[in-house]
């Protein structure tokens, strides 16, 4: 029934999420830190299984050197990722999602199946933003 007050478990999902939303002071650095431009790509590279820093920097195209290693100290520095020597000449590093990065795993499907569902869609919005621009400033002239 519309209006009606959210009751069960539902009700404990919604105040999870309206408490969330409302302490963006808290969540904010977090968010920071998972969401920022390489970390998600980075991640969801090792969620599929843990890399070396060359595999993950050709699974990572437009990824530079320096980018990649401040990302993946960062990841590691927030408990994200771990970083194991390997015992090869020449020494390897392989990294890996942590437990804490594992739970990381569902959301980040979901937001990659939502890009790959909609990037067309906003793509699209995008020419159609930039076409009513140029629209814009030709009747400004």
Known sequence: MPGAPIAGPEKSIKRRIDEAL????????VLEQVGSKWSILILSVLCTKPSR???IMRRLDGITHK???DALKRLERNGLVRRDVLPTAPVG???SITPMAETLREPFAALYQWAM??????ESA????????????????
């Open 53 to 55: 820093f060359n595999e």
């Open 93 to 95: 590093v392989e990294y």
């Open 126 to 141: 995008q020419e159609e933003y930039d076409r009513k621009g140029s629209i814009s400033m030709a009747q400004a002239s």
């Open 67 to 69: 980018a990649l290693a």
């Open 22 to 29: 409302i302490d963006a002071k808290r969540a904010r650095p």
């Open 117 to 122: 569902d909609n990037g067309a869609a906003m």
